[in-house]
């Protein structure tokens, strides 16, 4: 039996160009999907997350959910699924709880994270937007829509938080899957 992992990369050698996602319009091949997890898998691995440890995904049903989720798995991490609407009290018992150092997060929510950020250990965040995924000319007018309706938009990178775009530019992880 192959796991998880091992079928998106048989998947992505088998029909790279077959559609794996769909988000808004915009289509995500098999082979993008194993390359961004790669990809992310790299950048978690250089941030020490190692087999068995555990990620914090904070997302929507977005592709970067997918790409985190196969990233970790890659790894032989364990992933942690985050409601994005646990008030910040929730949050913080749930990050607390999972032992999470770190967290995959989308822009939005970040301000509820940076409440809670004092009172667990995580070590680093990978921030991500909607408009990481939407096709054009969503990606240009979704931001519009969003300060509109006074959501959170961006983040400012640092020692411990850095972009979705930014992870995506490191080398692929050549390792074979974890079991």
Do not use: C, M
């Amino acid at each position: 039996t192959a796991s998880l992992p091992q079928i998106l990369l048989q998947a992505a050698a088998r029909s790279p160009q077959a559609p794996a996602l769909a988000f808004f319009g915009r289509r995500i091949t098999y082979g993008q999907l194993e390359d961004q997890a790669a990809r992310l898998a790299q950048r978690l691995k250089r941030l020490g997350l190692a087999q068995g440890e555990r990620l914090a995904i904070l997302l929507p049903n977005s592709p970067q959910l997918v790409a985190a989720y196969h990233a970790a798995l890659r790894l032989g991490a364990v992933v942690v699924f985050l409601n994005p609407l646990l008030g910040p009290k929730e949050l913080a018992f749930q990050l607390a709880n999972s032992g999470a150092r770190i967290l995959v997060v989308l822009d939005h929510l970040l301000p509820k994270v940076r409440e809670v950020r004092k009172k667990v250990e995580l070590s680093h965040l990978i921030v991500t937007s909607l408009t990481d995924a939407l096709p054009f000319p969503l990606n240009w007018l979704y931001p519009l829509k969003a300060r509109r309706e006074g959501l959170a938009l961006g983040f400012t990178p640092g020692p411990d938080t850095s972009g979705w775009r930014e992870a995506l530019k490191h080398p692929r992880l050549e390792e074979s899957p974890a079991p």
